[in-house]
């Protein structure tokens, strides 16, 4: 009965395993959730004021699809700032959550059959997305020689007359890893000699780095003339912990948000009211809550870090932002689990393992496109931690 296009789709691994993990939970087991890449903290308070006001004051109705004018006004001023390019207020469309934002502008910029390069490791959802959009999702190894990160040299042989996107996203999900900016200029001289390729920059952990920048380097800061044809993507989920308030937007060329502010238009409408109004609110000064939240994930990761380093067999990488830890576990591969009498064949079978004999779980590598490593987001408490440390301790202790 379902269409070509249904069976395409994959549903969301991170999804899939934090929903093993809350089965668990409810089944009584003592688990430890290192899956899903969500704030643990609460929504910025004056943003959550914000929208507890916009309901008593009644602002309940529609508003402009690709979002009211004050806040396309406010996000065209931040991303100015943030991306160092001007932005227009019409160049600005709100969607609901970065993610369909990334969905809808790939609908609308894909014909059939052109292919979109994404570097691997890659957030989960970039190939399907590309697959629902008739496109070809042409994944790029970034192994952990170069960083887990695309070199100039391996896009220059990547681009063909069919290439369409590169997608970018730097802090990266599942890394942490961000680009610098001579690596960005690097990238930009090779986007140059190709105009016919659009640049997609998901830049939704921009804010959370670990350095002392409020925002991560970015393509247009050191490739202004790219501009014309980047569409640069980000929301309020991270920054600001509003994940279930579901806002994103972009800065689009103008030919794109004429579409993609249609493409919403006859989806989902504009996102919901009292959410743009929350928004509005956190933009106004959203410097010093982040700062802290940086703060705080920056102190997790040093010592989450530094335990898990301490752990035969396991290599944590160094990020520089978002709040994931991306474990090498090569040194376990290949050993068996004596507790279970498993082998630990590859990463989905040590997540599996690991979940099935210590209650902690965590996201495979492979669902990233890289074999050998697990995916832990560190946005959860330091005592939930410190139990997924001791676990990890005790299981890799169980190896043979
Ligand atoms: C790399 C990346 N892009 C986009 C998103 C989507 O965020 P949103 O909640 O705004 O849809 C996520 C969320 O996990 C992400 O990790």
Redesign the pocket.
């Known amino acids: 009965m379902i269409s070509a296009r249904a069976q395409l789709l994959k549903p969301s691994p ?1 999804m899939a395993m934090a929903n093993r993990a809350r089965e668990l939970s409810k089944a009584g087991k003592d688990v430890v959730s290192l899956t899903v ?2 704030p643990d903290w609460p929504t910025m308070p004056a943003a959550a004021e914000a929208g507890i006001q916009a309901i008593k004051d009644g602002f309940t109705k529609y508003t402009a699809a690709q979002g009211m004018p004050e806040l396309r006004a406010a996000l065209a001023k931040t991303l100015s700032e943030e991306l160092r390019v001007p932005v227009k207020d019409s160049d600005v469309v709100v969607g609901a ?6 969905f809808g502008a790939l609908q609308m910029l894909l014909n059939p059959g052109e292919e979109v390069l994404i570097p691997a490791p890659y ?1 989960v ?1 970039y190939p399907t997305m590309v697959e629902l959009a008739a496109g070809i999702p042409v994944i790029l190894d970034c192994p952990a020689q170069q960083n887990f990160k695309l070199t100039a040299a391996q896009l220059e042989k990547a681009i063909t007359p069919k290439t369409k996107i590169l997608l970018l ?1 730097s802090p ?2 599942p890394t942490g890893i961000a680009y610098t900016a001579d690596e960005l200029k690097a990238l930009a001289e090779v986007l140059r000699k190709h105009p016919h390729v659009v640049i997609l920059s ?1 830049d ?2 921009n804010r959370l780095v670990f350095t002392d920048e409020k925002v991560a380097p970015h393509l247009l800061h050191v490739a202004p003339d790219l501009h014309g044809r980047t569409v640069a ?1 980000n ?4 920054s600001f912990s509003m ?1 279930g308030w ?3 937007w972009a800065a689009c060329p103008p030919v794109l948000a004429k579409v993609l502010g249609d493409f919403f238009s006859q989806s989902t409408s504009n996102v919901c009211s009292i959410t743009q109004k929350a928004t509005l609110k956190a933009l106004e000064n959203p410097e010093p809550e982040v700062k802290k939240v940086r703060e705080i994930l920056r102190g997790r990761l040093d010592s989450f870090q530094k335990s898990l380093a301490a752990i035969p067999g396991l290599k944590p990488e160094k990020a520089d932002g978002a709040f994931y830890v991306w474990l090498d576990c090569t040194g376990w591969m290949g050993k068996t689990h004596k507790g279970s009498g498993k082998k630990i064949t590859n990463s989905a079978a040590l997540a599996d393992v690991l979940l099935d004999s210590e209650a902690v779980a965590t996201v495979p590598g492979i669902e990233f496109g890289l074999e050998g490593y697990l995916r832990l987001s560190f946005a959860t408490s330091e005592a939930q931690l410190k139990k997924a440390v001791e676990r990890f301790q005790r299981f890799g202790a169980d190896l043979i």
């Open positions: 991170t890449g969500e959550g970065a993610k369909y934002v990334i957030w959802s996203c990266s999900n998901d939704i952990y993507i929301g309020a989920s991270k994940t579901r806002i994103g």
